[in-house]
């Protein structure tokens, strides 16, 4: 039969084991490297207001208005990169294509 102090051994044993494996699991610091397809920016109501997306020729950043509405691309086209503005209905109203 185990005594208490036995017991309060083997649960303080227990504890510690936890403890580190607590430790081990946390990340610490700042990831060097995130991987993905894409990342959406969102404020505070849920709406996007920035993506950074890979398309079939390459990545594209689109930045969008209060309303959602894109407003600022940048990204790498068919032929080469691209810069674009658009005006407040989506219409592009300057560009830059190489």
């Given at each position: 039969?185990m005594t208490?102090?036995?017991?309060l051994?083997n649960?303080?044993?227990e504890?510690?084991?936890?403890?580190?494996?607590?430790?081990?699991?946390?990340?610490?610091?700042?990831?060097?490297?995130i991987r993905?397809?894409?990342?959406v920016?969102e404020?505070e109501?849920g709406?996007?207001?920035?993506?950074?997306?890979?398309?079939?020729?390459g990545p594209?950043l689109?930045l969008n208005d209060?309303?959602g509405v894109?407003r600022?691309?940048?990204?790498?086209a068919k032929?080469g990169?691209?810069l674009?503005?658009f005006?407040?209905d989506g219409?592009?109203?300057?560009?830059?294509?190489k």
């Amino acid at each position: 039969m185990m005594t208490i102090e036995d017991r309060l051994e083997n649960m303080e044993r227990e504890l510690g084991r936890v403890k580190e494996v607590l430790a081990r699991s946390q990340v610490k610091g700042t990831a060097k490297e995130i991987r993905a397809n894409s990342f959406v920016l969102e404020d505070e109501n849920g709406k996007p207001r920035a993506g950074l997306h890979m398309t079939k020729y390459g990545p594209s950043l689109a930045l969008n208005d209060e309303k959602g509405v894109a407003r600022a691309a940048l990204n790498m086209a068919k032929y080469g990169p691209g810069l674009m503005l658009f005006g407040p209905d989506g219409k592009v109203i300057w560009s830059a294509i190489k």
